[in-house]
T-cell receptor, first 114, second 111 residues
Framework: DGGITQSPKYLFRKEGQNVTLSCEQNLNHDAMYWYRQDPGQGLRLIYYSQIVNDFQKGDIAEGYSVSREKKESFPLTVTSAQKNPTAFYLC?????????????FGPGTRLTVT | EDKVVQSPLSLVVHEGDTVTLNCSYEVTNFRSLLWYKQEKKAPTFLFMLTSSGIEKKSGRLSSILDKKELSSILNITATQTGDSAIYLCASGSSNTGKLIFGQGTTLQVKP
């Protein structure tokens, strides 16, 4: 089946720990994105990548890091520098950049940091 | 600064009602406007609009873009409880290739 997978579905961490969220797609899409969703705030872009080994900061990149070593994979690390990491994280992909093409979303990872 | 604003932020209706959700945008080099439906998890794609005045329709849902007014509406007729969700509007720029999302409209349809 073609699609985007994110794991895990729920993640719990202690404050001060880095955590990596997985995102894999088998749609052969070039572009991939990470969003954060908080209640009442819609989706906010963290990082995006147009091609392998290249990525750009979105609107709220501070405290996050990414890598794009393979076309299929775009993992997000939430570092201890992120002040308020508890949120719902969504990964998405599109054929090319999303001004022109629709994005498809993974099922999300709900991260809770205590 | 590019922005997308949706209204209302929340709406409660009864089954069978018709609803209209609004989305306005200010985006440099506007390219497209997209609507998504989000239930518990991942947003699912509904429509992409690029041309003004042309209605897109899927079952009881329809949407239209007005480039003069920099806005779009999403209509849902004969609402059902299964329509309860967050409806997200997003606008794409050919400059950056990013989507800018609105805050979402939370729709609750009561039986």
């Amino acid at each position: 089946d073609g699609g985007i997978t994110q794991s895990p579905k729920y993640l719990f961490r202690k404050e001060g720990q880095n955590v990596t969220l997985s995102c894999e797609q088998n749609l052969n899409h070039d572009a991939m994105y990470w969003y954060r969703q908080d209640p009442g705030q819609g989706l906010r872009l963290i990082y995006y990548s147009q091609i392998v080994n290249d990525f750009q900061k979105g609107d709220i990149a501070e405290g996050y890091s990414v890598s794009r070593e393979k076309k299929e994979s775009f993992p997000l690390t939430v570092t201890s520098a992120q002040k308020n990491p508890t949120a719902f994280y969504l990964c998405a992909s599109s054929i090319q950049l999303a001004g022109v093409y629709e994005q498809y979303f993974g099922p999300g990872t709900r991260l809770t940091v205590t | 600064e590019d922005k997308v604003v949706q209204s209302p932020l929340s709406l409660v209706v009864h089954e069978g009602d018709t609803v209209t959700l609004n989305c306005s945008y200010e985006v440099t080099n506007f390219r497209s406007l997209l609507w998504y439906k989000q239930e518990k998890k991942a947003p699912t794609f509904l429509f992409m609009l690029t041309s003004s005045g042309i209605e897109k329709k899927s079952g009881r849902l329809s949407s239209i873009l007005d480039k003069k007014e920099l806005s779009s509406i999403l209509n849902i007729t004969a609402t059902q409880t299964g329509d309860s969700a967050i409806y997200l509007c997003a606008s794409g720029s050919s400059n950056t290739g990013k989507l800018i999302f609105g805050q979402g409209t939370t729709l609750q349809v009561k039986p």
